[in-house]
């Protein structure tokens, strides 16, 4: 089982960075895949970036892709999201994830509370 504590988040200005991170719990991290979704409200939740365990591979929504960069630190039990460019339509409530490698949410086993990213115009 792993548990999952995402830090990071905030209220930001058009055109600036956040680094979103995202801390698990056991000894088996690197045994994942893992991702980043964002939900917002009245939405449903989106994919945005995931990362294969050994952090070799990484794939992204089109709305991201170029803008946001995910990785991982398998020694800090750790993965992160580099958000630069912030748009205001980011403003969400950001999650990460833990289990598959796909892009629907039924697809991952374990989640983190999420983190509020606010982009302000």
Request: overall charge positive.
């Amino acid at each position: 089982q792993v548990q999952l504590v995402e830090s990071g988040g905030g209220l930001v200005q058009a055109g600036g960075s956040l680094r979103l991170s995202c801390a698990a719990s056991g000894r088996t991290f690197s045994l994942y895949n893992m991702a980043w979704f964002r939900q917002a409200p009245g939405t449903e939740r989106d994919f945005l970036a995931g990362i294969g365990r050994a952090g070799i591979y990484t794939h992204y929504a089109d709305s991201v892709k170029g803008r946001f960069t995910i990785s991982r630190d398998n020694a800090k039990n750790t993965v992160y999201l580099q958000m630069n460019s912030l748009k205001p339509e980011d403003t969400a409530v950001y999650y990460c994830a833990a289990g598959g490698y796909a892009t629907r949410p039924m697809d991952y086993d374990y989640w983190g509370q999420g983190t509020q990213v606010t982009v302000s115009s």
